[in-house]
């Protein structure tokens, strides 16, 4: 594997297709009682929150230019072991949290005939394969979603236009509290890329505190765009149905031009795909192997007994799917823990092994 | 060495186990010693008429008086040879070298040095037009088989003491020799070694043509699909390459030369993009990358639509295609398959017949194959129509003919086995192979990945030469290059 360093610019364009990659999949998982607006607040708010998670790790990177893993491994050989098991298992449910409404959204809306296992498994053999290359590698083809998701949104919110009627729905700002934590919660989702941040940014240099800044503005503004023509185009009809952004795209027409689901579907796919063989990677490298073959697949199994037990047992699934739960254990991953780092890293033997480390 | 006349001549003898083409002309030198010479050749190699003219006319009349060995041997090259390549050489090893490259060499009995006279003259192809790489404007050159020849087409464009030819040999049997070609001031010399190391690395027993080698320069457990080694029958564009940085391999015996490294984006620039109006020449680069993807994904897309979603058809295409492989007896994944094979031998028939029977398999595969086929309902219209467009697209961007049609095959199948969501992942995996290949190290999909916003002036498009004057591109600079 490749030992080059690449540029941090590209490592957080592909997290934020990533984070982008939620509201594509997810149930849109927001309130139904609330307002657009309230709705855009709460995002806003949500965001707000995924950067603060952000800065321990960033902390960390601009101080060692190293990820959190190394770090922590060096600044506590002790806690290896506990720290690789808490990681390896969010990691295998951050997996999960995707590839389930993945393989349900494809089941359910674009083609029933399929068993969901059946495409976990060829997925996850596609994912093997990229996570064997690496991350650099990963984020190269991450240039190539990034231009297929431009088309792709643009052809979705083009082609949606046409439809647009602002006389049902308004913009006043209505909401409870209780729908302001459903919703906040629901925005906090993308904050896992900040757990693969922390986990893959060792090899990355010309880090700049703006570039997660722009990727969470970035993220905001295709949640807002997707938000808002699902609010006025799709309208209440949208509230009822599952996988609103998959209804929106197989909405939109441009002339004669329909089917922008095929492509949406393909969006959906390529980012699930990069999401896994990042996680893939992160993981690996938090067991302190990394793009080893050995663990790669035997991670790979794992995901896919989890998916099995998942897709056959609704419990499984609801415990996998679950926002609360992603949410708490992201914040622990990508926050709590970094941040007792960012103050372990301030004792001046920590420094010293570090800056030997990146000496070395 | 010895230096004895006669123990040299048997030695030579014994290593060509008396081969009928081995020439050795005994002379007596006019002296008062009467001092033993001979001049040793392959026949065949050399032309017998420079070899009288500039050796053997001057040196019989020429009178040594009472020299040894050793001092007429020293008059030989100072005063009675009348060519202008001359090389002195020492040992057997040299003696063959020499003779095999179509030299002449003198040997005198009791000298220690020996003479190799450049009298090469063996018939060669003439420098043609490469069929291959046909150009509208531009030169008509293309290279030959001998190496000197081609030498000297690069020399005659890079008239700057910074060109180096360094010599190689390689194959243990055959003793190829190969020259590397590069820039002085523009090569990066970590990226030399490199290319160095994995040619001495290269223990085949013959070396034929320049493909031979091609498998030896890619880079350790990089993607093998696509190539990473360039190859041009055209010195112009070796040259441009070499401005790059560049590296040009030239084989002896083959008009092929090799070109390391070798980026994607490369398969679509043309040496006519250089000369055409800009505008012209980005319309033509994005036909060519536009003919890539129909070639790559156009069957398979087809079959998988066809198979798994018709209701993506428009409404008319889609009647006639169901009308039209409804009549047809195999599914439409097989049907596609097969006529893509069928191409396949077609176009293999097509290339080894001989050119008198080409016309006839032409009308039999055009008429027998194609229309009575259609007509008869083994296959439909639809379908031959898309592998026939998706063949032409192949040929815009030849040189990735082998990599279009086994992913072509591939996308068929996976097409038919899981729609569309199957050609995604496929894609998905294709993009990832190609973006981990590196070709000498250098990313092979560099400046598309990694992105480089200054060297995409000569990729989709483009940009006019008083731009494209302003930075020097050099290979070895292209992001995230391991040299």
């Known amino acids: ?360 | 060495m010895n230096n004895s006349l006669s123990e040299i001549l048997s030695d030579l003898k014994a290593d060509f186990s008396d081969s009928a083409d081995l020439t050795i002309r005994n002379l007596t030198l006019k002296s008062e010693r009467q001092i033993k010479a001979a001049i040793v050749t392959i026949e065949g190699l050399c032309d017998k008429e420079q070899l009288s003219q500039s050796v053997i006319n001057p040196l019989l009349p020429y009178d040594f008086k009472s020299m040894k060995g050793q001092e007429a041997a020293d008059k030989i090259l100072s005063s009675v040879m009348a060519s202008s390549d001359v090389v002195v050489i020492y040992t057997k090893k040299e003696i063959i070298s020499f003779i095999t490259s179509g030299f002449a060499v003198i040997i005198v009995d009791g000298a220690q040095q020996m003479f190799a006279v450049g009298v090469q003259g063996y018939s060669f192809r003439g420098v043609n037009e490469p069929e291959s790489e046909v150009v509208q404007r531009g030169s008509r050159e293309g290279f030959s088989e001998p190496l000197r020849v081609n030498m000297s087409l690069i020399r005659r464009r890079m008239k700057n003491p910074d060109l180096v030819f360094e010599q190689m040999t390689v194959g243990r049997e055959s003793k190829t020799q190969l020259m590397l070609c590069y820039l002085k001031s523009r090569v990066s010399p970590k990226l030399l070694g490199k290319l160095k190391k994995r040619l001495n690395s290269c223990n085949l027993d013959s070396v034929l043509a320049s493909g031979y080698l091609s498998e030896y320069l890619e880079d350790e457990r990089s993607s093998r699909l696509f190539s990473g080694v360039g190859i041009s029958e055209r010195p112009d564009t070796v040259c441009g390459k070499l401005t790059e940085g560049r590296i040009a391999v030239i084989v002896d015996g083959t008009p092929a030369v090799l070109i390391v490294p070798r980026l994607f984006v490369e398969e679509f620039q043309g040496v006519d993009d250089y000369s055409n109006r800009t505008y012209y020449a980005a319309f033509i680069r994005l036909t060519k990358y536009l003919s890539f993807f129909t070639a790559l994904f156009l069957p398979g897309l087809y079959v998988a639509l066809a198979q798994f979603h018709p209701e993506y058809f428009p409404t008319g295409i889609l009647i006639k295609t169901s009308e039209s492989l409804a009549q047809t007896p195999l599914p439409v994944t097989l049907e596609t398959l097969a006529i893509t094979f069928v191409y396949e031998i077609m176009k293999e028939a097509g290339l080894r017949i001989p050119k008198s029977l080409g016309h006839a398999v032409g009308i039999v595969g055009a008429l027998v194959i194609g229309e009575s086929a259609v007509n008869a309902g083994i296959i439909s219209s639809s379908t031959l129509m898309v592998v026939a467009t998706a063949a032409i697209c192949s040929y815009v961007t030849s040189p990735l003919y082998p990599p279009v049609t086994m992913l072509r095959f591939i996308f068929i199948i996976i097409g038919g086995l899981c729609g569309l969501w199957g050609i995604v992942i496929a894609t998905a995996v294709m993009i990832i192979s190609m973006c981990s290949k590196t070709s000498l190290g250098v990313p092979y999909m560099s400046s598309l990945a990694p992105f480089s916003l200054r060297t995409m002036r000569d990729v989709f498009v483009r940009a006019d030469w008083k731009s494209l004057s302003k930075h020097i591109i050099k290979v070895q600079r292209f992001k995230e290059t391991e040299v």
């Not at chain 1, 329909?258 to 996680?279: D, K, N, R």
Request: proline share 2%; aromatic share 16%; glycine share 4%.
């Open chain 1, 1 to 360: 594997m490749s030992k080059v360093r690449f540029s941090s610019k590209r490592l957080l364009l592909t997290l934020m297709l990533c984070a982008c990659s939620v509201i594509l999949l997810q149930n849109y998982d927001i309130s139904e009682k609330s307002s657009f607006v309230f709705d855009i607040l709460c995002m806003l708010f949500g965001l707000a929150i995924c950067f603060v998670l952000f800065i321990p790790s960033v902390i960390i990177k601009m101080r060692t230019n190293l990820d959190f893993l190394t770090v922590a491994r060096t600044v506590t050989p002790k806690l290896k072991i506990p720290l690789a098991v808490l990681y390896s298992l969010y990691f295998v449910y951050a997996a999960e949290f995707f590839l389930l409404p993945y393989t349900d959204m494809f089941s359910k809306k674009y083609y029933s005939d399929v068993t969901p296992c059946l495409i976990a498994l060829i997925l996850l053999s596609a994912c093997v394969y990229a996570a064997l290359k690496g991350v650099n590698v990963i984020t190269r083809f991450g240039i190539f979603l990034f231009v297929f998701a431009l088309i792709t949104n643009l052809l979705m919110f083009g082609g949606s236009i046409g439809t647009l009627d602002f006389e049902l729905y308004g913009f006043e700002v209505t909401g409870s509290v209780n729908d302001f934590i459903k919703n906040t919660v629901y925005f906090i989702i993308p904050a896992f890329i900040v757990t693969l941040f922390a986990c893959l940014s060792g090899k990355t240099k010309n880090f700049k505190l703006r570039q997660p800044l722009f990727a969470l503005i970035v993220t905001g503004l295709k949640y807002g765009l997707i938000m808002f023509f699902i609010w006025f185009s799709l309208g209440d009809y949208a509230s009822k149905q599952e996988y609103q952004t998959f209804i929106l795209a197989r909405a939109a027409r441009i002339g004669f031009f329909g089917g922008i689901e095929s492509l949406y579907l393909a969006l959906a796919t390529m980012s699930v795909f990069m999401i896994i063989s990042l996680v893939l990677c992160a993981v690996t490298k938090s067991a302190g192997k990394e793009s080893d073959i050995k663990y790669v697949i035997i991670f790979a199994v794992i995901l896919f007994a989890a998916h099995m037990c998942g897709s056959y047992l609704n419990s499984v699934k609801e415990i996998f799917t679950n926002n609360y739960i992603f949410a708490v254990f992201t914040v622990i991953t990508a926050a709590v823990i970094p941040m007792m780092y960012v103050f372990a890293g301030r004792k001046s033997s920590a420094r010293k092994t570090l800056h030997s480390i990146n000496m070395s």
